[in-house]
């Protein structure tokens, strides 16, 4: 059982070494990895998710319960605890949503509870996106968005993998305050990579990359906290103007005043 991932430093892409020796991560927490383009963000994910052992560019090692990840976690794809949900995803299967979730509920070994889950999931993707999936959609025919919020859904409903790894998944048309607040329901280590300062503030704490190396490592302040409200507030207000853009609504000079 996985209750803890540990980050052991290595270097960024000028070989200088990381400013933190080593990043633990709990169950239950959200945490963010944020820093310009070209920072290192996705490459540390991909340390995570590789199981890094110095032998990655980085020569980071992660650490599964403070200890060398166990040989099936690298190589039995079955009992790998990680999850990835990348901004870049294509299905190759037409099967319908429905049959889909069910089949990964029998590769899960949790079949008995295909039905239940299958439901489950499909709620919950349909609180992330604004374009409701149905059961009977054809995977390939998705959207952008309705992909990302079904895998999410699908990584913290039916996988029963602890560490979920989200790429800039806010680039997706997704509900991310919202992502945030479900996700926190369910009891899995979730790191995103990501630019948006609410999903930021979100978190419990951020790793700042700078140069392909970790900078530093931040908590939430309690002032943060406070200022994150009103990011909530501006979130939101975009997002409804962004939803009447789409429906295809003209905007006023009050709803912009809202954003001011």
Partial sequence: MVSTISI???RGKDGRLDAIDRIDLRMGQVVSIV???GSGKTTLINDIELFAHEDTPTGRTILINGEPVPPEFRYNPACNPIALITQHTTFLSDLPVGEFLAAHCRVRSRNGQSVDLVAQA???????TGEPIEPTYRMTELSGGQTRALLIADAAVICSTPVVLLDEVENAGIH?????ELLRQHRKIFIFVTHDPWIALLSDFRIVMQAGRILQVLSTSDEERHISSHVHRLDDALCRLREKLRQGSRLTGRELQEVA
């Fill in 8 to 10: 052991l430093g290595g």
């Fill in 35 to 37: 820093g310009p383009t």
């Fill in 122 to 128: 499909l709620q919950f993707a349909n609180q992330l």
């Fill in 176 to 180: 991310r305050a919202r992502a945030v």
